[in-house]
């Protein structure tokens, strides 16, 4: 028991802590019902035994807090109940209402024994957090927005999200890779555990992961299927589902379970109840795809082959119209020529006439204005003639008149110019008369002297003086030359005539 | 192929292709040229049901550039 030392009385830690366990035990007898949070459960599988940590928390802050202790057969019992009732094993993070007595130990303080926990209570509890985590995201508005998003037309890149031995995942596997139609679809598996407690935050970090090559696939698929319906409660997730909801590729579900819709498959952009559904719909997009196709190919060779039919029958029947309607307007045309050349001719007669009777006024209309010109033309010149004839002798008149006139001018002009030239005339005649006498008398001198001078040239006085004439054959020698030796020459003489013989000559020198 | 087309504009063309021949509106003179394009088309559309041109290894080192790269989100 305590001690006295200098007055203070002293207790020993054990004694205290014997104390506290008195007073506990005598306070808390029996045991009582209390609802917390299992932040940790501290499960040691070596011992079996568990330490939870609870804590009980208001705005997010933890205003409670406390050790327990869940002895191992206590926990076996619990968490096959959990398992059984909840579909979800004892675990972190799960609201539980718990029978619990409280103990002191002197070495290992103040804890609480969990000795039951209420299934029923933790289901409640983890049905309102998913109505709440729903009304979040419907609340931000994004609870269908991965569902907005458009899947390609065809589906045929995904990215997996499973656990590689995984039967649902095999089972996918094994449908898309041999499809019995030839569908090529490429995936790659981005594992992940797909329940418990790390679940969430794997598949996030591998969603992360799928975003970053996104560009490399159509669709996200999530595949789990031959676990049952255990540890699906993380599915409800608000913080997996949101980023899930907020996905750039749509995110199809094939989470294989019986019971209510997750979370995750409610924003999932379709959800599948197993992994082979979910291959199926990709086929179904592929037939979806492929049968248009292959029907556009029928269509086509079998609307072309009509087409082209059509085409030849229509072009046959057309050529046969055409001919005969080129028959008809050939004769049409024929008939028509034939009609226009009678008529034709029958107008160009019809002209030819018209015109000849026009010439023919024209001709006879030239031949009477012709002679009514000539009988007008005849009576002008007549008309003109007699004015003619009259001016004529009007203008010869005249000039007779004019004629006399000038002819008397003329006569006494003339008896004017006479009688001057008469005078004149005895002027010059009674000078030349004078004149010629004087000229005559000279003149009868001269030729005195000259007949004197005549008479002493004549040849019979010439010859007197003792000259004579040498003749030749009858005609005077001029010329010595002329006389050669043995020529028979006459010489006359004054008083006669001498007949010679030429017996020589001698040439006179030039004095 | 011709040209750059992606499947779905091919399946669209396709389908265009077959509306216009089911209403009549192709004419003798266009058929074999829309018959030709059909056919490609067709090609287009059934080779990509039947092949993926995407590779692991391509994106795995894709995946690994990014994250050495460091996140960004």
Not at chain 1, 402 to 430: C, K, Y
Request: glycine share 4%.
């Amino acid at each position: 028991m305590s001690e006295e030392i200098n007055g203070k009385k002293i207790f020993s830690l054990l004694e205290v802590t014997n104390s506290i366990k008195k007073t506990i035990a005598d306070r808390y007898k029996s045991s009582f019902w209390v609802k917390a949070e299992m932040n940790k459960l501290n499960y040691f599988p070596k011992s079996g035994h568990c330490y939870p940590d609870l804590v009980e928390k208001q705005d997010g802050k933890v205003i409670a807090q406390i050790r327990c202790n869940l002895w191992k057969d206590d926990y076996i019992k619990i968490n096959s109940t959990f398992q059984r009732v909840l579909k979800e094993p004892l675990k972190d993070g799960i609201k539980i209402l718990f029978l619990a007595t409280i103990s002191f130990h002197p070495e290992h303080g103040l804890a609480l024994r969990i000795i039951d926990i209420d299934p029923s209570f933790t289901i409640g509890n983890l049905e309102k957090e998913k109505q709440e985590a729903i009304k979040k995201l419907q609340d931000e508005g994004i609870f269908r927005q991965n569902k907005t998003l458009k899947l390609p037309l065809l589906t045929q890149r995904i990215a997996i999200i499973s656990v590689n031995t995984s039967k649902g995942y095999q089972d996918f596997l094994g449908k898309i890779e041999k499809n019995s139609w030839g569908y090529k679809y490429f995936h790659m598996l981005f594992p992940s555990i797909l329940q418990g407690d790390k679940m969430a935050e794997q598949m996030a970090t591998q969603l992360k992961q799928i975003k970053k090559v996104r560009t490399h696939f159509d669709a996200v698929a999530i595949i789990r299927g031959g676990g049952g319906d255990v540890g699906l409660s993380s599915f409800n997730s608000y913080e997996l589902a949101k980023i899930i909801a907020l996905f750039p590729l749509p995110v199809l579900s094939g989470i294989g379970h019986i019971t209510n819709d997750t979370v995750v498959e409610m924003v999932s952009h379709k959800s599948f109840i197993t992994p082979t559904d979910l291959a199926n719909f990709l086929f179904q997009e592929f037939h979806n795809f492929s049968v248009p196709v292959q029907k556009a190919q029928e269509t086509i060779i079998n609307k072309s082959r009509r087409l082209i039919s059509d085409e030849k029958t229509k072009f046959h029947s057309e050529a046969k119209l055409f001919r005969s309607v080129t028959e008809n307007i050939l004769i049409k045309s024929r008939n028509s020529i034939k009609e226009q050349v009678q008529s034709l001719f029958q107008q160009s007669q019809f002209l030819f006439k018209n015109e000849k009777e026009y010439l023919y006024s024209i001709r006879e209309g030239i031949r009477k204005g012709t002679n009514t010109f000539c009988i007008s033309a005849k009576q002008e010149i007549k008309q003109f003639a007699l004015t003619m004839k009259k001016d004529v002798a009007a203008q010869l008149n005249h000039f007779k008149l004019i004629v006399n006139q000038n002819a008397q001018q003329v006569v006494q002009g003339s008896r004017v110019i006479l009688q001057t030239r008469r005078e004149r005339i005895f002027q010059i005649r009674e000078k030349c008369s004078d004149k010629t006498l004087l000229l005559l008398k000279n003149s009868n001198l001269e030729l005195n002297s000259i007949e004197k001078n005549v008479t002493n040239m004549s040849p019979k006085n010439v010859m007197k003086r003792g000259y004579s004439i040498t003749l030749l054959n009858g005609k005077a020698v001029k010329n010595f030359d002329k006389v050669k030796v043995g020529d028979n020459i006459d010489t006359l003489l004054f008083e006669g005539k001498l007949n010679s013989i030429i017996k020589a000559t001698t040439k006179t020198e030039e004095i | 192929m011709s040209d750059k087309i992606n499947y779905t504009e091919a399946f669209e063309e396709l389908q265009g292709i077959v509306t216009e021949i089911e209403g009549g509106e192709i004419s003798v003179d266009e058929l074999s040229e829309k018959v030709k394009r059909a056919a490609q088309l067709i090609k287009i559309c059934k080779a990509k049901l039947t092949t993926t041109e995407e590779d692991v290894n391509k994106i795995l080192k894709e995946l690994d550039t990014a994250t050495k790269d460091g996140d960004d989100e």
